[in-house]
């Protein structure tokens, strides 16, 4: 399998520009979620935060 793939992928004209293109859009991906994570609001990150203990309460509240 691996071999029909890497055949396939060596007739494809400028192949070596398609693992720099997903390196880059991996690369923005993490840079903005870091951008957006370290910009986030500390009270809606403590809100988050307490997500999971909310829902328990929530359940334990409706048994």
Do not use: C, R
């Not at 192949?15 to 720099?20: G, T």
């Not at 880059?24 to 809100?47: E, P, Q, S, T």
């Amino acid at each position: 399998m691996f071999k029909f793939i890497k055949q396939y992928a060596e007739t494809i004209d400028n192949a070596q520009i398609y693992p720099m293109i997903s390196l880059f859009i991996f690369f923005v991906f993490f840079v903005f979620l870091l951008w957006f994570v370290i910009k986030m609001d500390k009270k809606n990150i403590k809100i988050l935060s307490e997500i999971p203990l909310d829902l328990k309460e929530a359940d334990s509240i409706n048994n």
